[in-house]
């Protein structure tokens, strides 16, 4: 494998192995820390951690993303996180039957469920307790 700089194995200023992604919710109210730990704990069921008033969502070993409190959040506009799911109408389903109601988007292909069937992996987009939008796909 050649690095980006053109030499095999070239080590940068940065370590790879110990990045991760983050994204913003509320600094304070409704769509804050301690709603998104309710939300992507209880409803979702992954796991979590609060550290320095900041959340940890721990998706699986070594796949970690953060939640940061941002005074002035606006919500991401395009997906934050992608589920994958072995059957994207019964995560579907499960979601509603919890309160979470699939977005709709003008010009997808989406189903009375929300599932957009035009095309791709079977995917239907929710949005978390501070605006952000996540997705459900089958794959």
């Not at 919500?75 to 979601?95: E, G, I, K, Q």
């Not at 069937?117 to 952000?132: E, S």
Request: charge should be negative.
């Amino acid at each position: 494998m050649t690095s980006t700089t053109g030499q095999p194995g070239a080590a940068g200023p940065l370590d790879p192995g110990r990045a991760f992604s983050g994204f913003s919710c509320a600094a304070s109210g409704p769509g804050d820390v301690e709603d998104m730990r309710a939300f992507y704990t209880g409803v979702l069921g992954v796991p979590t951690d609060v550290e320095h008033g900041m959340l940890w969502l721990h998706l699986a070993p070594g796949r970690d993303v953060l939640v940061y409190p941002k005074p002035g959040h606006q919500p991401a506009t395009s997906t934050v996180l992608n589920f994958p799911v072995d059957d994207v109408a019964a995560a579907v389903d499960a979601l509603a039957a919890a309160g979470v109601t699939p977005e709709r988007y003008p010009g997808m292909d989406q189903d009375e469920r929300g599932i957009n069937r035009g095309g791709g992996p079977l995917i239907a987009w929710f949005l978390d307790p501070a605006g952000n939008p996540f997705s459900v796909l089958q794959g």
